[in-house]
């Protein structure tokens, strides 16, 4: 058991600095992403708003408030992130950090 455990502790780090030293990674703008990329952005993501956002809510749920909302998603956030249902923007297509897509709900 020892020998197995021992063996997965030295294989990861050596397949993960073999997939970098031999050219494996991703790095070319026309490239996928790497395994587990967007799964550790979002991760990230997550926790870091978890522990940083507010607990109340200082706004509101008034329609004002919802219509103020969506005018500067409208204004400000649309040209990229797009309208629910619609297709993403042409110019965020194929950038290398594509807009999330809209807030679905
Ligand atoms: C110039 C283009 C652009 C504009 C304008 C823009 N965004 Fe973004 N936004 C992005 C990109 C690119 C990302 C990263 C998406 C990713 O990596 O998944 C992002 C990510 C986000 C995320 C994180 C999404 C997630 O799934 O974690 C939120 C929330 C967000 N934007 C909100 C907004 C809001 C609110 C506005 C308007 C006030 C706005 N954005 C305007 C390009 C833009």
């Not at 020892?2 to 990861?12: A, E, N, S, Y």
């Amino acid at each position: 058991m020892k020998f197995l455990i021992g063996l997965i502790v030295v294989i990861w780090p050596v397949a993960g600095f073999l997939y970098f030293k031999m050219g494996f990674a991703p790095v070319a703008t026309a490239d996928g992403t790497m395994p587990f990329e967007g799964w550790a952005a979002r991760t990230s993501l997550h926790v870091r708003l978890n522990r940083e956002m507010p607990r109340s809510v200082p706004i509101q749920p008034s329609l004002e408030n919802y219509t103020a909302g969506a005018k500067i998603y409208k204004d400000h956030c649309s040209g990229c992130h797009g309208f629910k249902g619609q297709e993403q923007q042409p110019e965020v297509k194929g950038n290398v950090s594509q807009a999330a897509a809209p807030i679905q709900g």
